[in-house]
Protein backbone atom coordinates (compact mmCIF):
# COMPACT_ATOMS: atom_id res chain seq x y z
CA UNK A 1 0.00 0.00 0.00
CA UNK A 2 0.92 3.54 -0.36
CA UNK A 3 -0.01 4.71 2.75
CA UNK A 4 1.49 4.68 6.10
CA UNK A 5 -0.48 3.17 8.53
CA UNK A 6 0.20 2.20 12.24
CA UNK A 7 0.29 -1.41 13.37
CA UNK A 8 -3.38 -1.41 14.24
CA UNK A 9 -4.47 0.07 11.72
CA UNK A 10 -2.61 -2.03 8.88
CA UNK A 11 -3.94 -5.03 10.78
CA UNK A 12 -7.48 -3.83 10.60
CA UNK A 13 -7.19 -2.70 7.27
CA UNK A 14 -5.85 -6.16 5.80
CA UNK A 15 -8.53 -7.75 7.75
CA UNK A 16 -11.69 -5.51 6.88
CA UNK A 17 -9.74 -5.13 3.38
CA UNK A 18 -9.65 -8.19 3.24
CA UNK A 19 -13.56 -8.79 3.06
CA UNK A 20 -15.39 -7.32 -0.07
CA UNK A 21 -16.96 -8.60 -0.46
CA UNK A 22 -34.90 -10.65 -8.55
CA UNK A 23 -34.65 -7.77 -10.80
CA UNK A 24 -35.32 -3.99 -9.19
CA UNK A 25 -35.95 -1.07 -10.41
CA UNK A 26 -33.56 1.76 -10.32
CA UNK A 27 -33.73 5.32 -11.58
CA UNK A 28 -32.57 5.88 -15.09
CA UNK A 29 -29.61 9.05 -13.50
CA UNK A 30 -32.39 11.75 -13.63
CA UNK A 31 -32.92 13.88 -10.70
CA UNK A 32 -34.56 16.86 -9.98
CA UNK A 33 -33.98 20.49 -10.96
CA UNK A 34 -33.54 21.73 -7.79
CA UNK A 35 -31.83 18.21 -6.44
CA UNK A 36 -28.94 19.32 -8.63
CA UNK A 37 -29.16 23.07 -8.50
CA UNK A 38 -25.84 25.06 -8.99
CA UNK A 39 -25.59 25.94 -5.36
CA UNK A 40 -24.26 22.42 -4.68
CA UNK A 41 -21.58 23.17 -6.92
CA UNK A 42 -18.84 22.57 -4.50
CA UNK A 43 -19.85 18.52 -3.92
CA UNK A 44 -19.80 18.31 -7.99
CA UNK A 45 -16.37 19.62 -8.11
CA UNK A 46 -15.54 17.73 -5.26
CA UNK A 47 -16.64 14.21 -6.76
CA UNK A 48 -14.90 15.21 -10.12
CA UNK A 49 -11.76 15.91 -8.33
CA UNK A 50 -11.97 12.16 -6.89
CA UNK A 51 -12.30 10.52 -10.06
CA UNK A 52 -9.28 12.54 -10.90
CA UNK A 53 -7.76 11.08 -8.41
CA UNK A 54 -7.72 7.12 -9.76
CA UNK A 55 -11.31 5.92 -9.49
CA UNK A 56 -12.92 5.17 -12.65
CA UNK A 57 -16.55 6.64 -11.46
CA UNK A 58 -18.24 7.77 -8.36
CA UNK A 59 -21.67 8.72 -7.15
CA UNK A 60 -22.90 10.85 -4.42
CA UNK A 61 -26.15 11.24 -2.40
CA UNK A 62 -26.48 14.07 0.22
CA UNK A 63 -29.38 14.85 1.99
CA UNK A 64 -29.10 17.78 4.76
CA UNK A 65 -30.93 20.76 5.88
CA UNK A 66 -30.57 22.22 2.62
CA UNK A 67 -32.40 19.03 0.98
CA UNK A 68 -31.17 16.28 -1.40
CA UNK A 69 -28.27 16.65 -3.80
CA UNK A 70 -27.37 13.79 -5.92
CA UNK A 71 -24.42 13.78 -8.89
CA UNK A 72 -22.11 11.72 -10.76
CA UNK A 73 -18.74 11.95 -12.55
CA UNK A 74 -16.59 9.66 -14.19
CA UNK A 75 -17.19 6.51 -16.29
CA UNK A 76 -20.01 3.87 -15.58
CA UNK A 77 -17.59 1.67 -18.09
CA UNK A 78 -13.77 2.01 -19.15
CA UNK A 79 -13.49 3.87 -22.10
CA UNK A 80 -17.44 4.79 -22.07
CA UNK A 81 -18.68 8.16 -22.32
CA UNK A 82 -21.55 7.57 -19.92
CA UNK A 83 -21.38 8.58 -16.22
CA UNK A 84 -22.23 6.26 -13.68
CA UNK A 85 -26.06 6.17 -12.82
CA UNK A 86 -27.31 8.47 -9.94
CA UNK A 87 -29.14 5.40 -8.51
CA UNK A 88 -27.53 2.46 -10.06
CA UNK A 89 -26.94 -1.15 -8.12
CA UNK A 90 -23.38 -1.31 -6.68
CA UNK A 91 -22.33 -4.38 -4.07
CA UNK A 92 -21.96 -2.27 -1.07
CA UNK A 93 -19.52 -4.44 0.83
CA UNK A 94 -19.31 -4.36 4.49
CA UNK A 95 -22.21 -1.81 4.70
CA UNK A 96 -23.91 -5.33 5.18
CA UNK A 97 -22.69 -5.98 8.19
CA UNK A 98 -24.69 -2.85 9.33
CA UNK A 99 -28.30 -4.75 7.99
CA UNK A 100 -27.28 -7.81 9.44
CA UNK A 101 -26.24 -6.20 13.27
CA UNK A 102 -29.94 -4.13 12.20
CA UNK A 103 -31.92 -7.60 11.84
CA UNK A 104 -30.03 -9.38 15.10
CA UNK A 105 -31.22 -6.30 16.95
CA UNK A 106 -34.40 -6.95 16.14
CA UNK A 107 -34.54 -10.14 17.14
CA UNK A 108 -33.26 -9.12 20.20
CA UNK A 109 -36.20 -6.80 20.19
CA UNK A 110 -38.86 -9.24 19.44
CA UNK A 111 -37.77 -11.36 22.71
CA UNK A 112 -36.04 -14.48 20.12
CA UNK A 113 -32.36 -13.31 21.24
CA UNK A 114 -30.61 -12.21 23.85
CA UNK A 115 -27.52 -9.58 23.39
CA UNK A 116 -25.40 -11.22 26.17
CA UNK A 117 -26.78 -14.59 25.35
CA UNK A 118 -23.63 -17.12 24.89
CA UNK A 119 -24.05 -17.61 20.96
CA UNK A 120 -23.48 -21.25 21.52
CA UNK A 121 -26.42 -21.47 22.70
CA UNK A 122 -28.07 -20.83 19.67
CA UNK A 123 -25.50 -22.72 17.22
CA UNK A 124 -24.34 -25.58 19.70
CA UNK A 125 -23.08 -27.46 16.23
CA UNK A 126 -19.87 -25.35 15.65
CA UNK A 127 -18.20 -25.98 19.62
CA UNK A 128 -18.27 -22.05 20.08
CA UNK A 129 -16.36 -20.61 22.96
CA UNK A 130 -18.80 -20.24 25.69
CA UNK A 131 -17.76 -16.87 26.69
CA UNK A 132 -18.05 -15.39 23.31
CA UNK A 133 -21.83 -13.67 23.48
CA UNK A 134 -24.00 -12.39 20.47
CA UNK A 135 -23.21 -8.78 21.34
CA UNK A 136 -18.95 -9.58 21.08
CA UNK A 137 -19.92 -10.87 17.02
CA UNK A 138 -21.91 -8.10 16.33
CA UNK A 139 -19.01 -5.83 17.90
CA UNK A 140 -15.97 -7.72 16.17
CA UNK A 141 -14.27 -8.58 20.64
CA UNK A 142 -15.40 -12.45 19.93
CA UNK A 143 -11.37 -12.89 19.01
CA UNK A 144 -12.52 -15.08 16.60
CA UNK A 145 -10.16 -15.85 13.41
CA UNK A 146 -11.29 -13.68 10.20
CA UNK A 147 -11.96 -16.74 7.40
CA UNK A 148 -10.23 -14.12 4.94
CA UNK A 149 -6.84 -13.48 6.64
CA UNK A 150 -5.43 -12.05 9.71
CA UNK A 151 -2.46 -9.89 9.89
CA UNK A 152 -1.39 -9.32 13.67
CA UNK A 153 0.96 -6.59 15.05
CA UNK A 154 4.14 -8.13 14.18
CA UNK A 155 3.41 -8.42 10.44
CA UNK A 156 2.99 -12.42 10.62
CA UNK A 157 -0.16 -13.04 7.77
CA UNK A 158 -1.98 -15.96 8.69
CA UNK A 159 -3.68 -16.97 5.39
CA UNK A 160 -7.44 -18.02 5.05
CA UNK A 161 -9.75 -18.41 1.92
CA UNK A 162 -8.32 -17.63 -1.21
CA UNK A 163 -9.07 -13.36 -1.75
CA UNK A 164 -8.48 -11.01 -3.86
CA UNK A 165 -5.87 -9.14 -2.17
CA UNK A 166 -2.05 -10.58 -1.49
CA UNK A 167 -0.65 -13.51 -2.84
CA UNK A 168 -4.20 -15.01 -3.41
CA UNK A 169 -5.40 -12.49 -6.13
CA UNK A 170 -4.83 -14.68 -9.63
CA UNK A 171 -6.41 -17.41 -7.68
CA UNK A 172 -9.55 -16.03 -6.55
CA UNK A 173 -10.00 -14.09 -10.07
CA UNK A 174 -9.60 -17.72 -11.24
CA UNK A 175 -12.59 -18.85 -9.37
CA UNK A 176 -14.53 -15.90 -8.58
CA UNK A 177 -18.01 -17.94 -9.05
CA UNK A 178 -17.05 -20.53 -7.04
CA UNK A 179 -19.72 -20.97 -3.91
CA UNK A 180 -19.03 -21.13 -0.25
CA UNK A 181 -21.70 -22.29 2.19
CA UNK A 182 -21.61 -19.53 5.02
CA UNK A 183 -20.83 -23.31 7.63
CA UNK A 184 -17.84 -23.56 5.57
CA UNK A 185 -16.07 -20.28 6.27
CA UNK A 186 -16.98 -20.67 10.15
CA UNK A 187 -15.54 -24.25 10.23
CA UNK A 188 -12.02 -22.79 8.71
CA UNK A 189 -12.17 -19.96 10.82
CA UNK A 190 -12.51 -21.84 14.31
CA UNK A 191 -9.88 -24.50 12.64
CA UNK A 192 -7.52 -21.34 13.58
CA UNK A 193 -6.37 -20.21 17.00
CA UNK A 194 -8.24 -17.17 17.99
CA UNK A 195 -6.62 -14.05 17.79
CA UNK A 196 -7.40 -13.16 21.70
CA UNK A 197 -9.50 -14.02 24.40
CA UNK A 198 -12.96 -13.14 24.10
CA UNK A 199 -14.05 -9.82 25.41
CA UNK A 200 -10.32 -8.71 25.38
CA UNK A 201 -10.01 -6.64 22.17
CA UNK A 202 -11.15 -5.59 19.50
CA UNK A 203 -10.49 -6.98 16.15
CA UNK A 204 -12.77 -6.76 12.49
CA UNK A 205 -13.69 -10.39 11.56
CA UNK A 206 -15.56 -11.39 8.71
CA UNK A 207 -16.44 -14.21 10.61
CA UNK A 208 -18.42 -12.35 12.85
CA UNK A 209 -21.06 -11.42 10.68
CA UNK A 210 -21.10 -15.26 9.00
CA UNK A 211 -21.98 -16.29 12.60
CA UNK A 212 -24.63 -13.83 13.20
CA UNK A 213 -26.44 -14.59 10.03
CA UNK A 214 -26.65 -18.67 10.85
CA UNK A 215 -27.87 -17.24 14.04
CA UNK A 216 -30.43 -15.46 12.56
CA UNK A 217 -31.16 -18.49 10.49
CA UNK A 218 -30.89 -21.07 13.13
CA UNK A 219 -33.37 -19.48 15.41
CA UNK A 220 -35.93 -18.12 12.75
CA UNK A 221 -36.43 -21.00 10.63
CA UNK A 222 -36.28 -19.00 7.60
CA UNK A 223 -32.88 -17.44 5.27
CA UNK A 224 -31.04 -14.34 5.68
CA UNK A 225 -32.56 -13.03 2.61
CA UNK A 226 -36.67 -13.76 4.46
CA UNK A 227 -35.90 -12.09 7.51
CA UNK A 228 -34.15 -8.86 5.95
CA UNK A 229 -37.04 -8.37 3.82
CA UNK A 230 -39.59 -8.99 6.56
CA UNK A 231 -37.81 -6.40 8.89
CA UNK A 232 -36.11 -4.09 6.68
CA UNK A 233 -36.39 -4.00 2.98
CA UNK A 234 -40.61 -4.37 2.93
CA UNK A 235 -41.62 -2.03 5.75
CA UNK A 236 -38.80 0.59 4.59
CA UNK A 237 -39.53 -0.22 0.51
CA UNK A 238 -36.29 -0.96 -0.34
CA UNK A 239 -36.46 -2.07 -3.53
CA UNK A 240 -32.75 -1.60 -4.83
CA UNK A 241 -31.71 -3.65 -2.27
CA UNK A 242 -30.77 -7.05 -1.85
CA UNK A 243 -29.18 -10.40 -0.26
CA UNK A 244 -28.09 -11.95 -3.83
CA UNK A 245 -28.18 -15.43 -4.55
CA UNK A 246 -26.57 -15.49 -7.97
CA UNK A 247 -23.47 -13.98 -9.32
CA UNK A 248 -25.82 -10.90 -11.51
CA UNK A 249 -25.99 -7.48 -10.20
CA UNK A 250 -29.49 -5.72 -11.74
CA UNK A 251 -28.63 -3.00 -14.16
CA UNK A 252 -28.46 -0.05 -14.15
CA UNK A 253 -24.87 -0.53 -12.42
CA UNK A 254 -21.21 0.80 -13.05
CA UNK A 255 -18.62 -1.14 -13.84
CA UNK A 256 -16.57 -3.14 -11.99
CA UNK A 257 -12.39 -4.02 -12.57
CA UNK A 258 -9.96 -5.86 -11.70
CA UNK A 259 -6.26 -6.10 -12.41
CA UNK A 260 -3.62 -9.18 -12.41
CA UNK A 261 -0.62 -10.38 -13.82
CA UNK A 262 -1.29 -13.46 -16.12
CA UNK A 263 1.95 -15.32 -17.52
CA UNK A 264 4.23 -11.52 -16.71
CA UNK A 265 1.26 -9.94 -18.54
CA UNK A 266 -1.18 -7.18 -16.75
CA UNK A 267 -4.34 -7.82 -17.66
CA UNK A 268 -7.93 -5.52 -16.62
CA UNK A 269 -10.86 -7.62 -16.22
CA UNK A 270 -14.53 -6.52 -15.98
CA UNK A 271 -16.01 -8.71 -12.90
CA UNK A 272 -19.00 -6.97 -11.95
CA UNK A 273 -20.58 -10.49 -12.15
CA UNK A 274 -18.86 -12.48 -9.45
CA UNK A 275 -20.07 -14.98 -7.03
CA UNK A 276 -20.27 -12.70 -3.38
CA UNK A 277 -20.93 -16.26 -1.14
CA UNK A 278 -16.97 -15.84 -0.32
CA UNK A 279 -17.39 -13.26 1.81
CA UNK A 280 -21.15 -14.29 2.66
CA UNK A 281 -23.15 -11.68 5.26
CA UNK A 282 -19.27 -9.95 5.84
CA UNK A 283 -20.03 -8.08 2.62
CA UNK A 284 -22.52 -9.93 0.44
CA UNK A 285 -25.16 -7.32 -0.33
CA UNK A 286 -26.44 -5.08 -3.23
CA UNK A 287 -28.18 -1.59 -2.74
CA UNK A 288 -28.48 2.03 -4.21
CA UNK A 289 -27.23 5.09 -2.85
CA UNK A 290 -31.43 5.94 -2.45
CA UNK A 291 -31.74 2.82 -0.47
CA UNK A 292 -28.93 3.32 1.80
CA UNK A 293 -29.71 6.92 2.37
CA UNK A 294 -33.33 5.40 3.34
CA UNK A 295 -32.02 2.77 5.49
CA UNK A 296 -29.25 4.95 7.07
CA UNK A 297 -31.99 7.78 8.31
CA UNK A 298 -34.55 5.03 9.38
CA UNK A 299 -32.22 3.24 11.32
CA UNK A 300 -30.78 6.20 12.90
CA UNK A 301 -34.10 7.73 13.24
CA UNK A 302 -35.22 5.33 15.50
CA UNK A 303 -38.30 3.47 13.03
CA UNK A 304 -36.12 0.06 12.49
CA UNK A 305 -35.12 -0.34 16.46
CA UNK A 306 -36.58 0.31 19.95
CA UNK A 307 -34.61 3.18 21.44
CA UNK A 308 -32.56 1.44 24.03
CA UNK A 309 -31.67 -1.13 21.57
CA UNK A 310 -30.51 1.58 18.66
CA UNK A 311 -28.66 2.96 22.11
CA UNK A 312 -27.01 -0.30 22.15
CA UNK A 313 -26.43 -0.20 18.50
CA UNK A 314 -24.35 3.56 18.80
CA UNK A 315 -22.50 3.12 21.92
CA UNK A 316 -19.03 3.75 20.92
CA UNK A 317 -16.29 0.44 21.97
CA UNK A 318 -12.76 1.78 21.74
CA UNK A 319 -10.63 0.13 18.43
CA UNK A 320 -7.88 1.56 19.14
CA UNK A 321 -8.04 4.02 16.76
CA UNK A 322 -8.28 7.66 17.23
CA UNK A 323 -11.49 8.64 16.41
CA UNK A 324 -13.17 5.57 15.38
CA UNK A 325 -14.98 3.70 18.26
CA UNK A 326 -17.31 0.28 16.85
CA UNK A 327 -20.45 0.25 18.50
CA UNK A 328 -22.72 -2.67 17.01
CA UNK A 329 -22.37 -2.96 13.10
CA UNK A 330 -21.50 0.42 13.27
CA UNK A 331 -18.26 2.40 13.15
CA UNK A 332 -19.10 5.52 15.72
CA UNK A 333 -16.85 8.61 14.16
CA UNK A 334 -15.49 12.11 15.97
CA UNK A 335 -15.03 14.67 13.14
CA UNK A 336 -12.33 17.01 13.37
CA UNK A 337 -14.73 19.31 15.38
CA UNK A 338 -16.11 17.04 17.56
CA UNK A 339 -18.77 16.38 16.20
CA UNK A 340 -20.27 12.42 15.63
CA UNK A 341 -21.05 10.73 12.44
CA UNK A 342 -22.89 6.88 12.23
CA UNK A 343 -20.94 5.03 9.51
CA UNK A 344 -20.12 1.80 7.89
CA UNK A 345 -18.34 1.66 4.32
CA UNK A 346 -17.73 -1.30 2.34
CA UNK A 347 -15.70 -2.69 -0.69
CA UNK A 348 -16.55 -5.39 -3.25
CA UNK A 349 -13.42 -5.76 -5.27
CA UNK A 350 -14.06 -3.27 -8.19
CA UNK A 351 -16.94 -2.19 -6.49
CA UNK A 352 -17.67 0.14 -3.12
CA UNK A 353 -20.02 2.30 -1.20
CA UNK A 354 -20.09 4.98 1.71
CA UNK A 355 -22.36 5.08 4.49
CA UNK A 356 -22.56 8.16 7.10
CA UNK A 357 -24.97 9.81 9.04
CA UNK A 358 -25.59 12.31 11.91
CA UNK A 359 -26.89 10.37 15.05
CA UNK A 360 -30.39 11.35 14.49
CA UNK A 361 -30.76 10.48 11.22
CA UNK A 362 -31.21 13.77 9.76
CA UNK A 363 -27.94 14.51 7.76
CA UNK A 364 -26.47 11.69 5.27
CA UNK A 365 -23.72 10.86 2.57
CA UNK A 366 -24.26 8.06 0.50
CA UNK A 367 -21.72 6.98 -1.86
CA UNK A 368 -20.84 4.69 -4.90
CA UNK A 369 -17.69 4.15 -6.18
CA UNK A 370 -16.23 2.33 -9.11
CA UNK A 371 -12.60 1.23 -9.72
CA UNK A 372 -9.97 -0.91 -10.63
CA UNK A 373 -8.99 -3.43 -8.11
CA UNK A 374 -5.74 -5.41 -8.05
CA UNK A 375 -4.48 -7.40 -5.56
CA UNK A 376 -1.81 -4.93 -4.02
CA UNK A 377 -4.60 -2.67 -3.48
CA UNK A 378 -3.20 0.12 -5.31
CA UNK A 379 -6.29 2.15 -5.30
CA UNK A 380 -5.86 2.56 -1.16
CA UNK A 381 -4.87 6.13 -1.44
CA UNK A 382 -7.07 7.55 -3.72
CA UNK A 383 -10.14 5.32 -1.85
CA UNK A 384 -9.12 6.63 1.38
CA UNK A 385 -8.43 10.06 0.47
CA UNK A 386 -11.86 10.43 -0.97
CA UNK A 387 -13.69 9.00 2.07
CA UNK A 388 -11.87 12.06 3.92
CA UNK A 389 -12.67 14.50 1.19
CA UNK A 390 -16.89 13.91 1.13
CA UNK A 391 -16.32 13.52 4.71
CA UNK A 392 -15.20 17.35 4.91
CA UNK A 393 -17.43 18.73 2.41
CA UNK A 394 -20.46 17.10 4.15
CA UNK A 395 -19.93 16.82 7.97
CA UNK A 396 -16.62 18.87 8.18
CA UNK A 397 -14.43 16.52 8.88
CA UNK A 398 -13.98 13.54 10.55
CA UNK A 399 -11.68 10.71 9.85
CA UNK A 400 -12.57 7.52 7.19
CA UNK A 401 -13.73 4.22 8.46
CA UNK A 402 -11.08 1.61 8.01
CA UNK A 403 -13.61 -1.07 6.66
CA UNK A 404 -12.72 -1.97 3.36
CA UNK A 405 -9.43 -2.58 1.14
CA UNK A 406 -8.80 0.81 0.24
CA UNK A 407 -7.97 1.97 3.80
Known amino acids: MSITLSDQDKSTLRTAALDAAGMATADSGAVPAAAAGKDRLELQKAIEEIVDSGLVGVTLRVNDERGEWAGSAGEAELGGTAKPPINGHVRIGSNTKTFTATVVLQLVAEGRIGLDTPAADYLPEFGLDERITVRMLLQHTSGVFNFSGEVYDDGTIAPGIPIPYGTTGKEWMDNRFKTYRPQELVELALSKPPRFEPGTGWSYSNTNYVLARLLIEKVTGRSIAEEMQRLILGPLGLSGTMVPDSPEIPGPH ?129 FRNAQQRLLNEVFGGGQADPAQPAD
Open 254 to 382: AHAYYRYEDGGEQKTVDITRQNPSWISSGGDMISTTQDLHTFISALLGGKLLPAPLLAEMCTPHPTGIPNMDYGLGVFVLTTDGGGTVISHNGAAVGHAALMYGTPDGSKTLTAALNCVDDAGLSIAAA
